[in-house]
């Protein structure tokens, strides 16, 4: 079966210092993966969404980046973290047909 | 105006009761739909996923699509106190690569 592996649970991090968020995915080849971000009390909003290697979508201008070094791999990044950049990421996988399938998150407080 | 319209609760009820969680949208053009819930500080776990109009029934929870309201429900028969959580909708256009626009979710508390 397909899971979803998200790391750090939570982060608290200075305003200005640099962010990685990794995404792994297991049981499943070439995957579309997401990022999202929840704000407290706001639906989802999409961030990146990649369909292969190297492939990323941006959905959103702002101080993020994502990569996808390999196929069941994704990652979001900052160089400066802004205190707007605070809330509760989300990677996710989707197949055609079917809903996504979230991780567990990460908490990010920026301070 | 917002794509998606959710009430944010919370909604109190006890337990054994039916519950009914709805969405509102502006785009007639959405066709998939998916119910998600979610536990305090969890990723949000598919509930139910459907196209088009209709019912469809997975155990204890039941979505229904009424695309002439553009309005949608999930019923949730039961209640335990298991299921106090946040619940989701989110929907989308196509289901090829299209953004899904979620809900901001309706807190649940099922009351023992």
């Known amino acids: 079966s397909q899971t979803i592996h998200q790391w750090p649970a939570t982060l608290v991090q200075p305003v200005g210092s640099p962010l990685s968020l990794e995404c792994t995915v297991e049981?499943?080849?070439?995957?579309?993966l997401y990022w999202y971000r929840q704000a407290a009390g706001r639906g989802l909003q999409l961030l990146f969404y990649?369909?292969?290697?190297?492939?990323i979508s941006s959905e959103v201008p702002q101080n993020l980046s994502a990569s996808r070094p390999q196929d069941r791999q994704f990652i979001l990044s900052s160089k400066k973290l802004l205190l707007s950049d605070s809330g509760f990421y989300l990677c996710a996988w989707k197949q055609q047909g079917s809903g996504y399938t979230f991780g567990s998150g990460t908490r990010l407080t920026v301070v | 105006q917002k794509e998606v319209e959710q009430d944010p609760g919370p909604l109190s009820v006890p337990e054994g009761a039916i519950v009914s969680l709805n969405c509102t949208y502006s785009n007639s053009a959405f066709q998939y739909f998916m119910w998600y819930r979610q536990y305090s500080r969890k990723g949000p776990e598919l509930l139910m996923y459907?196209?088009?109009?209709g019912n469809k029934e997975d155990g204890r929870f039941t979505a229904q699509v009424d695309k002439s309201s553009k309005y949608i429900s999930l019923f949730i028969r039961d209640s335990q106190p298991s299921d106090s959580a946040t619940y989701l909708c989110?929907?989308?256009?196509?289901?090829?690569?299209?953004?899904?626009?979620f809900g901001s979710g309706t807190k649940l508390n099922v009351k023992p």
């Open positions: 049981g499943t080849s070439n995957p579309n």
């Open positions: 990649s369909v292969g290697i190297g492939q």
């Open positions: 459907t196209y088009s109009s």
């Open positions: 989110a929907m989308s256009v196509g289901d090829n690569f299209n953004k899904f626009y």
